[in-house]
């Protein structure tokens, strides 16, 4: 079973700067996906940025320019450094990795998530 562990979370004034980091259990080089996502309080779970066939860079367009996501294949790790936050940026951020098992399709690995507050 894949574990995904975020780190990097905090409290930060808008217009500052955190990185969050994911570090996968098993090499990351094996994922279709791997990304972030974000859940606010009473608010879907949605898109952040997710590297897909380890070179496509995909942005929502709400972070786009100010977010950056990156991988470090040899350390099996994933980051998102994010500029210039906004208190509406405040949620909590999720790891996921896809991975294309086959007959089975994708399957879905989750982290814990790291909470991320952004103060006006």
């Known amino acids: 079973q894949v574990q995904l562990v975020e780190s990097g979370g905090g409290l930060v004034q808008a217009g500052g700067s955190l990185r969050l980091s994911c570090e996968a259990s098993?090499?990351?080089?094996?994922?279709?996906?791997i990304g972030w996502y974000r859940q606010a309080p009473e608010k879907q779970r949605e898109l952040v940025a997710v590297?897909?066939?380890?070179?496509?860079?995909n942005y929502a367009d709400f972070v786009k320019g100010r977010f950056t996501i990156s991988i470090d294949n040899t350390k099996n790790t994933v980051y998102l450094q994010m500029n210039r936050l906004k208190p509406e940026d405040t949620a909590v951020y999720y790891c996921?990795?896809?991975?294309?098992?086959?007959?089975?399709?994708?399957?879905?690995?989750w982290g814990q998530g790291t909470q991320v507050i952004v103060s006006t």
């Open positions: 996921i990795a896809k991975e294309w098992t086959g007959r089975d399709g994708f399957r879905d690995y």
């Open positions: 098993e090499n990351t080089s094996k994922f279709n996906a």
């Open positions: 590297i897909t066939g380890g070179l496509n860079n």
